[in-house]
């Protein structure tokens, strides 16, 4: 059974910083690219970072590039998102998925398995 479990979400104030994880069961961690996706009220899901299998390469959406940063550890099979400079426009509900590398990086619908995601709020 495949599970994805978030962590680290919480209230901050602008400006402030946030690190969010992910601890991936089920299924070998080392064969997954890893992605951030999320989600505001009234809106779709959106694409934040992605970190390929053994972690060379990054990819970030344009609204949080330079800010966010998204590593991993194969050895504990968590991913994680650094946050900083949060801005009011960052809140919404965090996930992180399995990418077998299949599809399109950005696209949702790419990425096989979800967790149930972690909220993050950023007051001004």
């Known amino acids: 059974q495949v599970q994805l479990v978030e962590s680290g979400g919480g209230l901050v104030q602008a400006g402030g910083s946030l690190r969010l994880s992910c601890a991936v069961s089920g299924r070998t961690f080392s064969n997954y690219a890893m992605g951030w996706f999320r989600q505001a009220p009234g809106k779709e899901r959106e694409f934040v970072a992605r970190?390929?299998?053994?972690?060379?390469?990054?990819l970030y959406a344009d609204s949080v590039k330079g800010r966010f940063t998204i590593s991993r550890d194969n050895r504990k099979n968590t991913v994680s998102l650094q946050m900083n400079s949060l801005k009011p426009e960052d809140t919404a509900l965090y996930y992180c998925?399995?990418?077998?590398?299949?599809?399109?990086?950005?696209?949702?619908?790419?990425?096989?398995?979800w967790g149930q995601g972690t909220q993050v709020t950023v007051s001004s």
């Open positions: 970190i390929s299998r053994i972690g060379g390469r990054t």
């Open positions: 998925a399995l990418d077998p590398d299949v599809g399109t990086y950005s696209s949702a619908g790419s990425y096989d398995y």
